[in-house]
Structures are given as C-alpha cells and as structure tokens.
C-alpha cells in the first residue's frame, strides 16, 4: 500500500480511461462488426467509468493478496458492479439520461446492472489480476522523478478543466431537451458551440429518460 500515491492512482486512473475505450472498442467490432468509441469526455479518448475500475481493481489486488481465488472473483464482481451502478445511477439522478441499460437481461437492477455484467465484472477483475497487476506495478515503480511529477500536474489539471467543461455541456444538454432556457453568458456559449447535434454525435450511445 505505500506504493498507492496521489501519482500512482492518477496513472492508473488514465491507463484504465484509455483502456476501456479500446476494450470497447474491440468488443463492438467483434460482436457488431463495426468499431465504436464510448468516450465520456469531451476531449480524448476518455471513459471514467474505466478510469475509475482500474485503480479500485489495483488497491484490491493488493488488499486480496494471497486469499483464494474464488474470493478475488467475489470480491472484483462487487466492485465492478457498485461502480457501474453508481456511475449509471448519478447520471440517471443528475441529467436523466441513461449511457447503458440492462432492462432486457436477467436479475438487473434497474437497468443498471446485470447478473450477466456482475459475472463480467468478476472475469474482468480477476483477470486484471492475473495479467495486468505486476506489469503496472513494476511500471508504476519506474514512473517516478521530476518528469512524471511535471507530466502528472499537467495532465492533471487537463483533465480537470476537460471532466468539468464535459459535465457542464452535458448539463446543459439535458436541460435544453426538458425546455429549460440558458440564464447566463456561461450557458449562452454551451448552447452555440456544444449544440444538441454535437453532443449526441459525441454521446451517441445516451439517451434521455422521459
């Protein structure tokens, strides 16, 4: 656990928003036959839902440590599902919109997670655990020094201004599609240069709870 720093946590968190999306990615073109980027930002190729998974998934590889594997299993289903649930739920409660449901699968809770998914989770995580968590630990090991402390601030403050400008935009999203209309010069520069069409073409798989 020593290893779990702000700068550990911050790269693992991109290497999981990069990585999911390419995963995504993959999966599409082999299930659909065409590619498609499931992206939740504005700038880049980004899903925090991801970003979020795989640093949750790294501090419990290490807390789950040496116990058996079908606890791991167990235990990266949870944590896969409370953080779909969570982030569907906030986006549900926050713009009443939906970027995935699983109404039609079996034992869901409300659309937002499966059995399916939950056994997904669980593959996914111990999988992570398997093949992934010493490469990125001996990688995290060599990240460090005065360049990635630099690259770290820089991207970090990146993401902030880009997460935010992306929560507002698709806050006013919802808000232009259940009529409400703009109130400041803030909102009057989302409605002209991130307009509906923009938003669905760059959000293409949501869509609104009415």
């Given at each position: 656990m020593k290893q779990v720093t702000y700068s550990s946590?911050?790269?693992l968190f991109m290497f999981g928003n990069i990585l999911g999306v390419i995963i995504e990615g993959v999966?599409?073109?082999l299930r659909y036959g065409k590619w498609e980027t499931h992206t939740v930002a504005l700038w880049g190729p980004f899903n925090?839902?991801?970003g979020i998974g795989v640093p949750m998934f790294y501090i419990s590889s290490i807390l789950l440590n040496g116990i058996h594997w079908l606890a791991k299993f167990f235990s990266f289903s949870l944590i896969g599902s409370l953080v779909e649930y969570l982030c569907g739920l906030a986006i549900r409660i926050g713009v009443r919109?939906?970027?995935w449901d699983y109404r039609k699968q079996f034992m869901n809770i409300q659309g937002l997670i499966s059995l399916k998914m939950t056994i997904v989770w669980g593959i996914v995580g111990f999988g992570f655990?398997?093949?992934l968590f010493?490469?990125?630990k001996k990688l995290l090991l060599i990240m460090n020094g005065t360049v990635f402390d630099i690259a770290c601030m820089g991207l970090t403050a990146f993401m902030a201004i880009n997460l935010l400008l992306t929560a507002i935009c698709i806050i006013r999203w919802s808000n232009r599609h259940y009529g409400k209309?703009?109130?400041s010069?803030?909102?009057r520069w989302v409605d002209k240069n991130y307009p509906d069409e923009k938003m669905q073409k760059k959000f293409f798989y949501w869509s609104f709870i009415d």
């Open positions: 946590i911050f790269w999966w599409c073109k925090i839902v991801y919109m939906k970027a655990y398997k093949i010493n490469p990125l209309p703009s109130v010069r803030l909102t």
